[in-house]
């Protein structure tokens, strides 16, 4: 039998023994005090490198059941250097609420999916570790894995911290089921500070291992190890497979006059308070969804999320400018897989009785997601009202 | 939807919308007159496709939200200062009357917009580019210096909100102006593509504001729309003086990113400098 979603009690085993060690990466932080570097599970070189976010087909007679719909990965990135040294905590503590907004309540905006969680932490790349990355996670292993993190609380004062390598692997190192459909997975980078516009070899194959880029390659991308993508590139390489989003914490440090050269500024966000972290998440991957709209999204933020009004307006405020129903205008958004069809046989990407099931292995041949993203950014000539 | 037929639309709450004569039709929304059970005349606003429904959901947003900051600013305004003439910004973009998704055409969103504080009649607004394409007349400079001077109003407010990205060609601009009264305004009619940056909006894209709405002026003063250096036909009357062609063409030319500095050089240009002793002008436009 295929594993359950996050539980309340599962979490609240994981969440009592961190607050019991004093800390949610107290496991991490005793690792590192025992010389033993990262945990495999959270360590970007551990496990095959290629993070992998699969849709479960449970075994029922001689076909496969899809147990609890197509996977949808989410990858939240956190910066945890100098003042955001305690987005782990914070991100342990609103785990719960997080997850019930995008698998559980009544108007849950991932409902009809398989939530699957990638939680990573940056530091910068003079602090001992750039990255950890946890695996695609349904289930309290979301919490497990966070308790194995050691962020390093450094940054070293260089006016900038090193996220690109967590966005080299989201672009290059992740392989998500929800993009054979030609959908795309959510993907959000926390942090106050820029970035850098460069990633160097030694640094990938520091954070990923000797063979990084044979693994990129056998994730079916094509990047040269003498003319490495630049963070800009990395970014738009991204937007290929997931609807990536910034989300700012505007602390002077610069990030505000930084990040919208490298991504556009409908997708950079600025939140007041790490704590808004769930209720903004489920607030944009509602609306790229389609299933939230911005007059429903108030509504969803009082009801749901038990938000204040005046929390909610100023929630909806700071989303209203992404880019709405980005998801639902993709195609096969409305014929994707349900919880409980029947698969003829694992591989297949379409059940059985599908309008799309003579397709199977055809469908599985545009992988990368490519066919609704063009490179290069060219101005729009606005079309006029069209009176008559 | 088709014209000429009985169409009713039902709004969420039960409310009757009459559909009439489809006034514009694009790949964003299909636009027709619309009557409200208390017979007034608004616009109705349907998304073409169910995905041009975020576009038509944002601006519905972003009219509510400005219209409400425009009256708390008008309100506290007046406290201030009381005898001043009010700043009416919600002149200068529609009232959002309804907005709902309808299940009724395929699940588009419909919204409903009415200029009720400008006009009484629908049929008084026409869009600023008509008037040199269909009426074939020509404003006069003082005329365009009122629609100028009050589009830069509207880009104080909405550049101060962090809100861009409309459209400020002559086919977006709505223009007021009544035989029966002495008034004129302008407004913009559609904010479909319009968005908020909470970030800050660049320099490029408050210029692109600026150049767009300068363009749209020398266009009704019949210059030409495809020439580049923005040449303004001479008014033997009210361009003796070049400074606010000048003027005109500096802002066409994407010299300024800043509105508030924009519209206040240009109200001492016309209001102390060029016309002081003018006093109110009426709409004025002469055959081209």
């Known amino acids: ?388 | 939807m088709k014209t000429g037929t009985a169409i009713r639309v039902k709004g969420p709450k039960g409310q009757m919308y009459d559909v009439g004569k489809q006034l514009a039709v694009n790949s964003r929304f299909n636009l027709y007159e619309c009557t409200l059970e208390d017979g007034r005349v608004c616009l109705l606003k349907i998304a073409a496709t169910k995905e041009q429904n975020g576009l038509l959901d944002r601006e519905a947003y972003l009219l509510t939200t400005m219209m409400e900051e425009a009256e708390a600013t008008e309100a506290e305004y007046v406290g201030k200062f009381p005898g001043e003439p009010p700043l009416n910004y919600h002149f200068l973009f529609p009232r959002v009357v309804d907005s709902f998704v309808s299940e009724e055409y395929e699940g588009r969103r419909v919204t409903v917009l009415s200029f009720f504080d400008i006009a009484d009649e629908l049929s008084d607004l026409a869009p600023l580019y008509h008037i040199t394409t269909r009426e074939r007349q020509r404003v006069d400079p003082k005329t365009s210096a009122w629609i100028l001077g009050k589009l830069l109003k509207l880009l104080v407010f909405t550049h101060g909100q962090n809100i861009t990205g409309q459209s400020l060609d002559g086919d977006n601009i709505l223009i007021y102006h009544s035989d029966k009264d002495e008034r004129h305004t302008v407004a913009i009619c559609d904010w479909s593509e319009a968005t908020i940056m909470p970030v800050g909006l660049s320099p490029d894209a408050m210029t692109e504001d600026i150049a767009s709405i300068a363009q749209a002026v020398i266009v009704a003063l019949s210059g030409d729309p495809d020439d580049e250096t923005f040449a303004i036909p001479p008014h033997e009357e009210q361009l003796t003086d070049s400074r606010f062609a000048d003027h005109l063409k500096r802002l066409a030319e994407g010299y300024e990113h800043d509105a508030a500095k924009a519209h206040a050089e240009f109200y001492t240009l016309i209001k102390k400098e060029l016309w002081a002793k003018a006093g109110f002008h009426p709409y004025t436009s002469t055959r081209i």
């Open chain 1, 1 to 388: 039998m295929g594993r359950d979603r996050l539980s309340n009690a599962a979490y609240s085993r994981v969440a009592d023994e961190a607050k019991a060690a004093g800390s949610a990466t107290h496991k991490g932080e005793e690792r590192h005090r025992q010389g033993k570097g990262l945990h495999e599970l959270v360590d970007p070189a551990g496990f095959g490198v290629i993070r992998r976010s699969i849709s479960w087909l449970e075994p029922t007679g001689k076909r496969f059941k899809l147990l609890r719909g197509v996977a949808m990965l989410e990858e939240t990135r956190l910066d945890t250097t100098g003042s955001m040294g305690g987005n782990v905590n914070i991100a342990m503590r609103v785990l719960p609420k997080t997850h019930d907004l995008l698998a559980k309540v009544p108007h849950a905006v991932l409902g009809r999916y398989d939530v699957q969680m990638i939680t990573s932490i940056f530091n910068d790349a003079k602090d001992q570790y750039i990255l950890n990355r946890s695996q695609a996670e349904l289930d309290e292993r979301i919490a497990e894995q966070m308790t194995y993190m050691l962020p390093e609380h450094g940054g070293a004062g260089n006016g900038g911290e090193d996220p690109q390598y967590g966005l080299f692997g989201a672009a290059y190192l992740t392989a998500a089921d929800i993009n054979k459909y030609g959908l795309k997975s959510y993907d959000f980078t926390i942090t106050d500070e820029p970035a850098r516009n460069f990633v160097t070899l030694d640094n990938l194959i520091r954070v990923f291992g000797p063979d990084v880029m044979a693994k990129v390659k056998e994730n079916g991308h094509v990047v040269s190890e003498g003319e490495l993508p630049s963070t800009k590139q990395i970014i738009a390489d991204l937007l290929k497979r997931a609807h990536a989003f910034l989300l700012l914490v505007e602390t002077g440090s610069g990030g505000a006059g930084y990040w919208p050269t490298v991504i556009s500024k409908d997708r950079i966000i600025m939140i007041e308070s790490v704590e808004w972290l769930p209720y903004i998440k489920a607030a944009i991957i509602g609306l790229t969804e389609g299933v939230l709209t911005l007059q429903s999204l108030e509504e969803f933020l009082i009801e749901d999320a038990k938000l204040s009004k005046s929390v909610a307006a100023s929630i909806k405020r700071a989303v209203a400018g992404i880019p709405i129903g980005a998801q639902a205008t993709l195609p096969n958004f409305g014929l994707l897989p349900k919880k409980d069809d029947m698969f003829a046989q694992k591989g297949d990407l379409w059940p059985i009785g599908h309008q799309n099931f003579t397709g199977n292995a055809s469908a599985a041949d545009d992988e990368d997601g490519d066919q609704d993203q063009k490179a290069g950014k060219k101005k729009k000539k606005k079309q006029g009202a069209g009176w008559l």
